[in-house]
């Protein structure tokens, strides 16, 4: 694998694969890699012959009273998980090579519509950083696909609506939630959580797994589950930011006719907020 960290080093390789007729697969992250990623990677080198991944943790879409500064960069250990996935170039540019005119020079990205409510809500800017790098990557690659996780829900619905939107020759694949044995979603901010707070986060999914089997066998008072579940979770000792039940295609409020469904939390244990969701479809009769 090699590693570039200027965008004209990352044209030259990716031109050159394409001068030797390979397709090329894009995984943007944000780094301190664990198994989540590397699935994303291996099913790039599943379909593609040519897999890039980008580690950029990227302040455009960081709050300001976010976690950027502490954000864990581990560089050394994320290019042998790479390696290991089937990875075959690493773009890490500079905070400089992303934004050479600075943050507030940058031509900012929108998606409106799903981009707001939710993670949109809490986090203001936050889609329209994540827009924008991620515009910005796929310029500089080109890529025929893109993978990003399902954990990121509805970032992953905001990238699908940017694509559309913008006509980008792309194909956005999403792959699914990989998780602990105790059901916990791997995310690199699980690495924020003391020993106390790690025991009790597998009650995030246990929560939305019940949510989801009394929805599936034929509750829809899905006001009163909501307050239900969210009490579950304060009773764990988490402070909510918000749980809700919402339609899996563009996460809009649920209608009696909606069969795809997810169902999405954010919320803090400390001052680590954590995301997660299930995404289900309601069985014939239900
Ligand atoms: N558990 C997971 N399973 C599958 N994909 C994941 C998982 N966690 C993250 N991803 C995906 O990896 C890509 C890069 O995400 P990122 O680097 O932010 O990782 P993260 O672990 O989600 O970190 P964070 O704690 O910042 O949310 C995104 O497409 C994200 O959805
Ligand atoms: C897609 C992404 C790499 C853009 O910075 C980031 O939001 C992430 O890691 O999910
Ligand atoms: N995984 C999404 C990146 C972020 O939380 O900023």
Redesign the pocket.
């Known amino acids: 694998m090699n590693t570039v960290t200027t965008v004209r080093e990352l044209r030259a390789a990716v031109a050159q694969a394409r001068a030797e007729g390979k397709d090329i697969g894009l995984?943007?992250?944000?780094?301190?890699?664990?198994?989540?990623?590397a699935?994303?990677v291996e099913k790039a080198a599943q379909r593609v012959d040519f897999v890039v991944a980008s580690i950029f943790v990227n302040p455009l879409q960081f709050g300001p009273k976010e976690d950027l500064e502490g954000?864990p960069r581990t560089l050394a250990a994320d290019k042998e998980r790479l390696i290991e996935a089937g990875c075959q170039l690493l773009f890490a540019p500079s905070v400089e090579e992303m934004y050479p005119d600075g943050m507030a020079a940058q031509t900012i990205v929108h998606v409106s519509g799903v981009s707001e409510g939710l993670c949109g809500g809490s986090r203001p800017g936050h889609f329209d950083g994540v827009s924008t790098v991620v515009t910005k990557l796929f310029q500089m690659v080109q890529p025929d696909i893109a993978?990003?996780?399902?954990?990121?829900y509805q970032?992953?619905a905001v990238i699908r609506t940017l694509v559309r939107d913008l006509n980008m020759p792309i194909q956005i694949i999403g792959?699914?939630?990989?998780?602990a044995d105790d059901g916990l979603?791997?995310?690199?901010?699980?690495g924020y959580l003391d020993a106390t707070q790690r025991a009790a986060v597998p009650a995030i999914y246990q929560c939305l797994h019940q949510m989801a089997t009394a929805i599936k066998a034929g509750a829809r008072d899905y006001p009163a589950l909501i307050v239900e579940g969210k009490q579950q979770l304060e009773g764990a000792g988490f402070r909510m930011d918000y749980l809700e039940v919402r339609r899996a295609d563009n996460l809009r409020p649920v209608t009696a006719e909606d069969r795809n469904l997810v169902i999405l939390v954010a919320l803090f244990v400390g001052t680590t907020r954590l995301?997660d969701n299930i995404a289900f479809e309601l069985p014939e009769g239900a």
């Open positions: 995984v943007p992250t944000m780094g301190n890699l664990h198994a989540g990623h699935a994303l954000y993978i990003f996780g399902q954990k990121d970032q992953l792959e699914p939630t990989v998780r979603a791997l995310s690199s901010r699980n995301i």
